[in-house]
């Protein structure tokens, strides 16, 4: 069993969550949306959507999280030999949980300037993929048509509202219920849980918590309680607990600078040395000079670059804000 998944992803922790709680061994992928990689041609071929996770066990390839959820907690009772009851509080609180939309709530608190650069990424990795792979062109175009239309619908504040008005709906319910059971579907941890703890993560991670969390006591002692079962500290506190949000951070702002870096000295090599061979070497030399370090060489060094956030801040940004 294989899963493509990605730490930022939203949908991805909520599978590796429920993957944690049944036990069940896999192997996992990294998929990453930084480089395109979910919109691959040979990533895109087995998943049309492009989205993550994905998981694959033999013929099985299965892409959304309530279904992957879902089909763990068959294979689980297959596994086990047992048969157990069916329970429909925990399929009606996933069909919740799963109704609302965490792109849309987490573009719209998105920067505006952030989410252009986010449309503009994964329009100029279509357009590429399109170039590629011409036989995959029809499903590529659908994907970028979806790509225009959601950059139109998060620059309506109706949409913010809208997220933000399901968003509460969805917590003052869980915060009633709460009020009554120990979990959502009862004094058990189940698949249903796995589904609502990274929106919570989520949240935490926008900086929201005293607006959505806080607020709702029940719910703040609830997610402090999930906190420390060990399939939380695997899909999610392992990146985002305290101070390790900071370190995934770093780890994504650094591979975003050298490849920044590689690209641009890439680009001036490959110009110099085809059509003008004096500049590689008088560039060189400048270099050298106090001037250039003062002014350029400050900023752009493979040490300094991280420190210029707002050069970073967008791919940043990115990581978070196009995946579900």
Known sequence: MQLYHHPYSLDSQKVRMALEE??????????????????????????????LPVFQNGAHVIY????????????AV??????APV?????QWMQKVDAWNPKMFTLTHTPVKYRAFVSKFIRRVLIARMAEAPD???MYHVKLREAYETEDKVKDPETMKESEEELSKLLDDIEAQLSKTKYLAGDEFSPADSMFVPILARITLLDLDEEYISSRPKILEYYILVKH???????IGKYFNGWKKYRTLFKTSFFLCVRTLFRKVL????????????ILGHYTLVKLLPSYKVASGK????????????DLAPEIWLAIAQLN
């Open 229 to 235: 079962r060990p399939s939380y500290k695997i899909a």
């Open 22 to 51: 049944k036990g069940i061994d896999y192997t996992s992928y990294h998929v990453n949306p930084l480089t395109g990689k979910n919109m691959n041609v040979d990533f895109f071929r087995m998943n049309p959507s492009a989205e």
């Open 136 to 138: 995959l062109a029809s």
């Open 267 to 278: 680009s001036l090599i490959l110009y110099c040395t085809s059509f003008r061979p004096r």
């Open 64 to 75: 959304r999280a309530i279904d992957i959820i879902q089909y763990l907690d068959r294979l």
């Open 299 to 310: 900023y752009f060094s493979i040490c300094n670059k991280y420190w210029t956030l707002k």
């Open 87 to 91: 329970n429909t509080e925990v399929h």
């Open 78 to 83: 297959h596994l086990s030999g047992e048969i």
